[in-house]
């Protein structure tokens, strides 16, 4: 009697397991075996008011705790700033090439102990090689040599797309201007 059970219920076993070895949540594929679908890099350029640049500043500090002012970064680690940009972005490391388009957030420092930033932002691109925006968000510890943050989604071009985005600052001029180099790897494109 219970030969006949399981020789009836192996069909049904054998089915059950090999649904579950096929399984996505199973899986032995590494995250990082995984290629982009698009890769680009892109450098945006950040020039911060300092009282006497407004023709030329991309970006301002907006609100800063009480012992700071919002023309000099704060002491301790820039803690308790927020700024906003409007960055030209282009395809090279100078600042006057043509840009393909602007990254367009707000960063703020958030800690006393630690050179780090939080970034969220969109890259707005509209040139003949790229239309509509990507979207990032993420810590910034800027000491490193290069940091990641999440690409979240993106419109146009980019609709709905995911990733990793691998920061490097390429150049710094003092407290009013720097440059970011980044490098997009996108997992999910549409």
Not at 1 to 20: N, V
Not at 68 to 86: H, K, Q, S, W, Y
Not at 122 to 138: A, E, H, M, R
Request: net charge neutral; hydrophobic share 45%.
């Amino acid at each position: 009697m219970e030969r006949g059970y399981l020789h009836s219920r192996f069909p049904a076993l054998f089915f059950f397991l090999a649904l579950l070895l096929t399984s996505p949540a199973i899986s032995t594929k590494s995250v990082r075996g995984i290629q982009p679908c698009r890769s680009l890099v892109l450098f945006f350029h950040d020039i911060i008011y300092n009282g006497k640049n407004a023709a030329n500043a991309t970006s301002a500090i907006v609100a800063a705790p009480p012992w700071a002012n919002r023309t000099i970064l704060a002491p301790m680690m820039n803690f308790g700033d927020i700024v906003v940009f409007d960055d030209p972005v282009t395809l090279d490391n100078n600042l006057h090439s043509p840009p393909v388009g602007r990254a367009q957030g707000l960063y703020l420092y958030d800690s006393k102990t630690i050179f780090t930033a939080w970034l969220a932002f969109s890259l707005v691109l509209n040139s003949t090689d790229y239309k509509g925006t990507i979207n990032l968000v993420g810590a910034d510890p800027l000491m490193n040599l290069t940091r990641d943050i999440s690409v979240v989604g993106g419109t146009g071009d980019f609709f709905m797309t995911r990733g990793i985005a691998t920061l490097m600052t390429d150049a710094i001029e003092g407290v009013v201007y720097f440059r970011l180099r980044l490098d997009i790897k996108l997992y999910e494109c549409y």
